[in-house]
């Protein structure tokens, strides 16, 4: 696949966003992935997902490490639910090959729609850090919800982020500001996942992914500092924009 040096610039520049949506509260490969297959309507597309996701890891790292400098985080947890999303992410993208992604987008649609209406009626939810030592079948809960989460993300993949912040926010009880920085942890297990298994299919543009990993990585750090000093408020209406987006999309490639 070639690529000229205005379009390598030009999906850099949708990088850069995405890894800064993507540190808020997921949602970045609205950006990356439609941009992608514009600029390169003739590439494999397991080829620009691959490429997609390789990139998007080094904005993960750069908003993990920025909220892991200031903010305590519950590593062991987020160890367990990064361990499960890895497995499932792997076993997802293994699994895309052998069925229609049609299937999942009508589920898909309706677990976004629940999560949005959801989030806009609780008003509360993710507003205060109410999480206790979790219990072992809120742990196994949690650890199975993130593996189905990791499964999608290397099955289909939009909205991964987002799912994930509202696991740690509904089922772990976090605020949005906490859940968003474990969320990226599990994020990066994910994609990881998913990447590992792309990257012996060849399925990985490098002369794309590398300047769209550096841009991503820049992204995640903006993004992250604008959390941080948004606050629950910002990033729950961030989430809820985000969402709806999200809701949206999927809802119209779906029917048209």
């Known amino acids: 696949m070639t690529a000229e040096i205005y379009q390598i610039a030009f999906i850099s520049l949708l990088a850069f966003a995405s890894g ?20 390169f309507p003739d590439a494999i597309p397991a080829a620009l997902l691959g490429t997609d996701k390789a990139s998007a890891i080094f904005g993960h790292i750069s908003a993990m490490r920025h909220y892991a400098l200031r903010m305590p985080l519950p590593w062991r947890l987020i160890g367990l639910a990064a361990a499960a999303a890895f497995i499932g992410a792997q076993l997802g993208a293994h699994t895309v090959y052998s069925f229609p992604r049609e299937w999942v987008r009508p589920l898909v649609i309706a677990l ?7 989030t806009l009626l609780r008003r509360d939810l993710g507003k205060h850090d109410d999480a206790q030592p979790a219990t072992r079948l809120r742990q196994a809960v949690g650890i199975g919800i993130a593996f189905l989460i990791g499964f999608y993300d290397g099955f289909f993949g ?9 696991l740690f926010v509904r089922v772990f009880r976090f605020d949005f500001l ?23 299919a060849g399925a990985i543009v490098w002369k794309l992914a590398i300047p769209m990993a550096a841009s991503a990585y820049l992204g995640g750090l903006v993004g992250a500092r604008l959390v941080m000093m948004g606050g629950n408020v910002w990033i729950r209406r961030v989430f809820l924009a985000l969402s709806a987006t999200l809701l949206v999309k999927l809802t119209l490639d779906y029917l048209i």
């Not at 800064?20 to 600029?39: C, Q």
């Not at 939009?158 to 509202?166: C, E, I, K, W």
């Not at 920085?181 to 990257?199: E, R």
Request: overall charge positive; proline content about 5%.
């Open 20 to 39: 800064a949506i993507n540190a808020a509260v997921g949602g970045g490969g609205l950006v990356t992935v439609p941009g992608l297959f514009a600029t």
């Open 178 to 200: 906490r859940a968003t920085a474990c969320a990226k942890v599990a994020n990066l297990a994910a994609d990881s996942g998913a990447v590992v298994y792309f990257l012996p």
């Open 158 to 166: 939009p909205g991964t982020g987002s799912f994930l912040v509202f």
């Open 112 to 118: 976004m729609g629940v999560m949005f209406v959801y």
